[in-house]
């Protein structure tokens, strides 16, 4: 049965979006990436290290002819520094896709939304496709819709906490009420986690903290794989009712 | 170097010293730097890569250079 994932006129095979960062190193980050069968990563941008040439490049260990960059402005506290950011990533590679984070607080890492519908505006009209890192909140994640956003991308949770999807009902309204895909990033830290968000009906997950610091990172990210097949599966099948009391599985009928 | 024919420049935050007219091109190969995996900024304005060669580096430009890396 064909399900598309579609992200601005893009096909992706899988429904799992994964971070590169946290890893030992590249080849970790290659082997946890491979079995997480995602085909979109989100990258960070920093100064080039002038003084050691002979570091390792992420582009040497994952191609991005072969999987799509996502280009994050992760560490951005301020509209300008988000802008600045993605404009440098378009030009380092052509890359329209981005994701947009402008944080509002060191401590519990939530998006500062006001900046946030700033520069998504912005980004838009420049031609960005702009993939937004927003509150739970619905009126927000309408907003970003109406400026442009083309896909919401609400937090279960705040960042690296992997304490899981704490507003269930509001990402459930979120996917309701709209058009673009929506995705939860932010907060998962088991295999359940991501279920529970592609059970709500979201479109995808995004994470990164639950796989990089799991013990086995690669195993952990073959677990992600299968509980985001798993969550949406069970949402297209559309799940039974919820009954008070039991009910036998078994026919009365013919008893000896 | 005498000062006149050095460009003292900010690069990636650090001072850096170049030969008076050098360009933006010659500075990415000096660095050994690929190219295509980075982009440049001069003052604050990304520059594009078929102006590289044209840039000359002046006292105290600020460039930053920067690339993709691991991040959530």
């Known amino acids: 049965m064909e399900d598309n994932f579609t992200i601005a006129n893009k096909n992706f095979k899988s429904r799992l979006i994964v971070g590169t960062g946290k890893y030992k190193n590249f080849e970790e980050t290659a082997k946890a990436i491979e079995a997480s069968g995602a085909d979109m990563i989100t990258v960070a941008v920093r100064r080039v290290n002038i003084l050691d040439k002979n570091q390792p490049l992420l582009m040497d260990y994952l191609d991005p002819k072969i999987i799509t960059y996502l280009p994050n402005t992760a560490g951005c506290f301020t509209s300008e520094d988000a802008l600045r950011t993605l404009r440098l990533a378009r030009e380092m590679g052509g890359w329209r896709l981005v994701k947009l984070e402008v944080l509002g607080d060191k401590k519990t890492l939530y998006p500062n939304m006001i900046e946030t519908i700033k520069s998504t505006e912005v980004l838009v009209k420049e031609g960005f496709d702009v993939m937004v890192y927003c509150t739970d909140d619905p009126i927000m994640t309408k907003k970003l819709e109406e400026v442009g956003a083309c896909a919401i991308m609400p937090l279960g949770a705040p960042i690296g906490s992997g304490i899981g999807i704490q507003n269930k009902i509001n990402i459930s309204i979120i996917k309701e009420q709209s058009s673009v895909p929506v995705i939860v990033d932010a907060g998962v830290g088991t295999a359940s986690d991501a279920t529970i968000a592609m059970e709500l009906g979201c479109d995808g997950v995004l994470l990164n903290t639950a796989i990089a610091e799991a013990k086995n990172p690669i195993l952990m990210a073959e677990a992600m794989k299968y509980a985001v097949i798993a969550g949406r599966k069970a949402f297209k099948s559309g799940r039974m009712k919820i009954r008070k009391y039991g009910s036998a599985s078994s026919p009365d009928s013919n008893l000896i | ?72």
């Open chain 2, 1 to 72: 170097m005498n000062n006149a024919n050095v460009a003292r420049i900010q690069l990636n935050g650090d001072p850096f010293e170049l030969n008076r007219g050098t360009n933006l091109n010659e500075l990415l190969n000096k660095l050994k730097v690929q190219k295509n995996k980075v982009a440049v900024e001069v003052n604050g304005e990304i520059v594009e890569k078929k102006k590289y060669l044209n840039l000359i580096l002046n006292n105290n430009d600020k460039v930053e250079i920067v690339q993709f890396i691991g991040g959530g």
